[in-house]
């Protein structure tokens, strides 16, 4: 005999040797047989375990078949169980007919046919596997639709990863190209002016004052362009895990006067001015370099967006290390913009203020964060701007 899973199967009647003769009559190796002698035995059964088919006496005190099968139909867990009556009652009581009107798949009558016994609880378990067959392959089907369509989320929220990177980096590289062509443009249209002076022989044009100016104009631009190279190779080296810091004894006060009066300029010609307050030197060991990278990044946003209006940077000592703060009263961040601003390719502002790459505030963080510190913005539309830094001592 083939190997199977074993079915149960019901039986259900008054009568002891009644349950004994039924049960020896369908007994198989595949077959586990559970006799109850009352209905309500029988429901107890029916509650713990599953069954394949309920042969049901229809004569029994209490409650008898009938009832039995109408409890049986009003439950969803065992609505489905095939119930085959048996009585030993003359077939002119019509109880076939009320049996099949209570759910029956057939009725038999007493003294019971042992081959037509069998034969039934053959097809009736045969069936039952073929059901639980089908539903296994349908819970199969389900599971692997299941993981097609998490699959398929995942390839179509990768293939949105996929676009946006695209578009990022097709939008980086536009803005690369331009942010480089215009330092490019300014160098190349002075090359071409001050070769055409010497063509002419215009030398009058390069007084020692004219020349002072062409010099800086080309310092400027060739600072532009090796800063937008700079933070090109600092994402790089944040992606590969390869940017480090080199910590030195650094005093910070006298950094920020350096980087200020380096700035003194550009902060001119947008009609602002820096002014610091540092009232007492704070030292630490951390990278000047990287340092002084932030500050310049925080004192370069303040300029852009801060509307021509006065930038204050404030310097003081902490139990942990070191908050250096930069204040400006300029446009100001909407609350849902302070976290994206320090993502790559993110820019404030708008119109010609929304120039720049978008990585500065990036790769600040990341410097921050190297240092073991962390970085902070407060703001709102219209107040300005307070970028507050706080270093460990390092």
Request: glycine share 8%; charged share 25%; with cysteine.
């Amino acid at each position: 005999m083939d190997t199977f899973e074993s079915a149960n199967i019901l039986i259900v009647d008054d009568l002891p040797e009644n349950l004994i003769a039924l049960e020896a009559l369908i007994r198989r190796d595949d077959l586990v047989v559970y006799p109850a002698a009352s209905g309500e035995a029988a429901l107890t059964l029916l509650l713990e375990h599953e069954f394949a088919l309920a042969i049901l006496d229809v004569q029994m005190p209490g409650m008898n078949g009938f009832e039995l099968a109408e409890l049986m139909r009003s439950t969803g867990r065992t609505r489905r169980i095939p119930i085959v009556f048996v009585s030993a009652a003359g077939r002119e009581l019509n109880h076939a007919f009320k049996g099949y009107e209570a759910g029956a798949v057939d009725f038999l009558h007493k003294p019971l046919d042992g081959y037509a016994v069998r034969s039934k609880v053959a097809v009736f378990v045969d069936m039952y596997r073929q059901r639980s067959a089908m539903g296994r392959q349908v819970e199969a089907l389900e599971q692997s639709r299941r993981e097609q369509q998490a699959l398929l989320e995942k390839l179509n929220a990768a293939q949105l990863d996929l676009e946006r990177a695209v578009k990022m980096r097709d939008d980086f590289m536009s803005v690369v190209a331009h942010e480089l062509r215009t330092p490019l443009n300014t160098l190349f249209l002075e090359t071409q002016l001050r070769r055409m002076q010497i063509e002419r022989g215009n030398l009058a044009a390069f007084t020692p004052e004219q020349l002072g100016k062409m010099v800086a104009r080309d310092d400027r631009q060739i600072r532009n362009m090796v800063r937008l190279i700079d933070d090109m190779l600092d994402v790089s080296r944040i992606r590969s895990g390869t940017l480090s810091v080199r910590p030195a004894q650094v005093e910070l006060a006298g950094l920020l006067r350096r980087v200020i009066d380096d700035l003194e300029q550009q902060a001119l010609a947008v009609g602002s001015c820096i002014t610091l307050h540092a009232p007492q030197p704070v030292e630490g060991r951390w990278d000047e370099f990287r340092i002084e990278q932030v500050v310049v990044n925080l004192l370069t946003n303040a300029l852009r967006y801060g509307g021509g209006k006065p930038v204050e940077v404030g310097l003081s000592a902490t139990p942990e290390g070191a908050r250096i703060e930069v204040r400006d009263h300029g446009i100001g961040i909407s609350e849902q913009d302070q976290q994206r601003i320090f993502q790559q390719f993110e820019r404030g502002g708008g119109g010609k203020s929304a120039d720049g790459l978008g990585l500065g505030l990036y790769i600040t963080r990341q410097l921050v964060e190297a240092h073991g510190g962390k970085i902070s913005v407060h703001s709102a539309p219209g107040e300005g701007s307070i970028f507050r830094l706080d270093l460990p001592q390092g």
